[in-house]
């Protein structure tokens, strides 16, 4: 759970801080994290609701479902771990109920068999008109190999795997009625990025890891804050065939923002091609300071970059 | 996560049972069970959808917050596990964002503070215009502790814990507008068997457990199902101070049904007294007939008992 998310209650953190704690990690990370003694259990939640999350005329039933998956394993992903089961909990209204949750269960699955996870467990329930859909993803590592928001040392290479943008491109398309552009489709099917974020718990010289879930320019203040450091970041240098404002503020790429060493940035970056052939690009750096610093072609940038709102 | 509630699907276990199972038991229990070496980790979750499963006239925040955890670990428990961690999703209209929710983690605290339970993940989210919760409890048991719904034995004696069907009771006189009588109070306060649960798992006498959800006349037939065998039940001999209506289909009695040796029962019955205070009623035994055949007073009897429908 990150820290931020309880935001409605103050400090839900400290409120059950005094409660014990029986080998579960304090909150903070993508992930739950529980030591099974020769490994880590890793394990993420996240709720979709119908009209805030996904509207049943722009996705399909298929589509949600494939979706509702691949949130969840991204934040697995992220933490350097293989993801290998989850829990569905679904409440259904009467007009879902059929073939909507029939199509639903079928992209649901699609992930499941891409990744081969397990639906080890779950919960259906009526709802009174709209969609609620819970999803928990669990996934191992080893101890070495998980990889925290609050890892990010001074001097590191701030590095994103793939292309970022493309997501929210392709929900502006969508919400102008352009549903089937390269973009929008890839918005309607995002991947996770599994196998790298494997690979890249693997790799030691890899510090702190997330996935980009809200845009760079909101998911790097957590690593900031956690690791208690600031960050300077390229726009130049930011991978996207999109306007700026997708790359930086844009949701749900499912990418991985992660901190590298930087005299291992290269080795890291030409292993992730070579092991799953996606390209790890660097885009700044850590810093002392405390704030983000946004740099166009090495001069400070004035570009405004304010959050994204998820639909 | 029981079999028949993905019945909107046909048979979910067969479509994601070629998967690989990651050390995970298949589908069947209240809780999936997973391998941790030493031990076994169990987990269940459910979701709570307002309007179906609680009104926010009739219950307060504090309340809903409460129960949302017990139905939860009340499932641990009667895997014969001790309930260690949840994970809590919450989607919140924007009338329910602030006071309510605020007392609403204040009751969901409540219940981990009595039972030591670890708050150690979750997601929250904004909803249109109902409240939806989805909670994960996690527990431990030694493996051998562990109870099944499919360990039943012919000639096991069928038992309870408790009384029964105070909780339905409370829900009616709420719904007649008496919210103060002593059921009322119960049913929204209703208690887990936490420390029944971990005893009577302890117990190697005790063949399969379940927590009573829907109602005996309903719970019972998934053991028959799983464990392959039919039940006689004597109405008289049914705990309850209520019509015997409410004590067999009416539900969230969170009670446990078990079945135990037929030499060991009142071992098993005076340990668990002296133990935890509750009492263990012998209200029956298990046949081999794969049906439930009611007796009033050692008598077939007349009565047609029919499900609990969750309100």
Redesign the interface.
């Known amino acids: 759970?990150k820290k931020t998310?309880?935001s409605?209650?103050g400090d839900?953190a400290t409120?059950?801080g005094s409660?014990?704690?029986?080998?579960?990690e304090p909150?903070g990370d993508d992930?739950?994290v529980?030591d099974?003694?020769?490994d880590s259990?890793v394990?993420?939640?996240?709720?979709l609701?119908?009209?805030?999350?996904f509207l049943r005329s722009a996705s399909s039933a298929e589509e949600v479902g494939y979706k509702s998956l691949m949130v969840n394993i991204s934040d697995v992903a992220a933490m350097g771990a293989t993801p290998?089961?989850t829990?569905l909990?679904?409440?259904?209204p009467e007009s879902a109920?059929?073939e909507w949750?029939?199509d639903f269960?079928r992209g649901f699955?699609a992930g499941?068999?891409e990744h081969?996870?397990?639906?080890?467990?779950?919960?259906?329930?009526?709802?009174?008109?709209?969609i609620?859909i819970?999803v928990?993803a669990m996934g191992?590592a080893p101890k070495e190999s998980i990889k925290r928001r609050s890892a990010a040392k001074l001097g590191d290479i701030i590095a994103v795997t793939g292309k970022l943008g493309v997501s929210s491109k392709g929900l502006v398309d969508i919400m102008f009625g352009d549903l089937n552009t390269a973009a929008a489709k890839a918005h309607r099917r995002g991947q996770a990025r599994v196998e790298e974020g494997k690979f890249l718990g693997s790799c030691e010289a890899v510090h702190a890891m997330m996935d980009i879930s809200d845009g760079i320019a909101s998911d790097i203040k957590h690593i900031m804050e956690l690791s208690n450091v600031g960050a300077e970041i390229e726009l130049s240098k930011i991978p996207t065939d999109y306007d700026i404002r997708y790359a930086t503020t844009g949701g749900e790429d499912y990418e991985l923002l992660l901190t590298v060493a930087p005299d291992r940035f290269d080795e890291v970056a030409s292993a992730l091609l070579n092991a799953t052939g996606t390209t790890l690009t660097a885009i700044g750096r850590i810093t002392e300071s405390n704030t983000i610093t946004w740099l166009d072609n090495g001069e400070p940038s004035e570009l405004e970059l304010k959050g994204f709102t998820h639909f």
């Open positions: 759970m998310e309880f409605f209650i839900i409120m059950f409660l014990p704690h029986h080998g579960f909150i992930c739950t529980l099974m003694g020769s259990l394990m993420s939640t996240d709720m609701i119908e009209d805030v999350h290998t089961a829990l909990s679904i409440s259904l109920q059929g949750s029939e269960m699955y499941c068999k081969g996870i397990a639906l080890v467990g779950g919960d259906t329930t009526a709802s009174r008109d709209k609620a819970n928990v191992r």
